[in-house]
T-cell receptor
Framework: AQKVTQAQTEISVVEKEDVTLDCVYE???????LFWYKQPPSGELVFLIR??????QNEISGRYSWNFQKSTSSFNFTITASQVVDSAVYFC??????????FGSGTQLTVLP | DGGITQSPKYLFRKEGQNVTLSCEQN?????MYWYRQDPGQGLRLIYY???????QKGDIAEGYSVSREKKESFPLTVTSAQKNPTAFYLC??????????????FGDGTRLSIL
């Protein structure tokens, strides 16, 4: 069985602060994929990034960056200089040999002006 | 624009009634999925389909049924057997479902409530 844990239920920051969203996963598969999705108040999930288990390179996309560490089974997401528009629920998800996405319970991020 | 359309946005069900949620995609994706989201929780997989005329149960399929007669369409029926149907339902699709590595694209969701 696979599991994704997002221990931070809610985070509030003031605009322009940096914030890191934690994601810890469990799987017995050697090949797997990790994802981050954003769910704004409108409800639809927006795909942000995919990482495969063989690629531990960190990635940066504008104000977003991701830190993948297999040694600690973590795939953390950092937003630099947060903005009000970043306010949303963020989900980490894992896909392994079952080829089904297992989602974490999500982190509600609120960025205050 | 390509995307996934879910309808209706809000739906109310009476006791003992079956209701059907619509999901249509024009992305030419082979795989489609239905998820249920409860407040403060992640998404749980109800059913998925990797190809037309084929579908498999997810983690919480009891009380739900689906069909996949066309590539573009994957309707979900919430039957009277589902005793706690109040939730937010999300439909998704991906290019393929075989490898498990394709990002899923989501619709705007349907919020179902009991009258």
């Amino acid at each position: 069985a696979q599991k994704v844990t997002q221990a931070q239920t809610e985070i509030s920051v003031v605009e322009k602060e940096d914030v890191t969203l934690d994601c810890v996963y469990e799987t017995r598969d050697t090949t797997y994929y990790l994802f981050w999705y954003k769910q704004p108040p409108s409800g639809e999930l927006v795909f942000l990034i995919r990482r495969n288990s063989f690629d531990e390179q960190n990635e940066i996309s504008g104000r977003y960056s991701w830190n993948f560490q297999k040694s600690t089974s973590s795939f953390n997401f950092t937003i630099t200089a947060s903005q009000v528009v970043d306010s949303a629920v963020y989900f980490c998800a894992l896909s392994g040999s079952a080829r089904q996405l297992t989602f974490g319970s999500g982190t509600q991020l609120t960025v205050l002006p | 624009d390509g995307g996934i359309t879910q309808s209706p946005k809000y739906l109310f069900r009476k006791e003992g009634q079956n209701v059907t949620l619509s999901c249509e995609q024009n992305l030419n994706h082979d795989a489609m999925y239905w998820y249920r989201q409860d407040p403060g929780q992640g998404l749980r997989l109800i059913y998925y389909s990797q190809i037309v005329n084929d579908f498999q149960k997810g983690d919480i399929a009891e009380g739900y049924s689906v069909s996949r007669e066309k590539k573009e369409s994957f309707p979900l029926t919430v039957t009277s057997a589902q005793k706690n149907p109040t939730a937010f339902y999300l439909c998704a699709s991906s290019l393929t479902g075989v490898e498990g590595n394709q990002p899923q694209h989501f619709g705007d969701g349907t919020r179902l409530s009991i009258l």
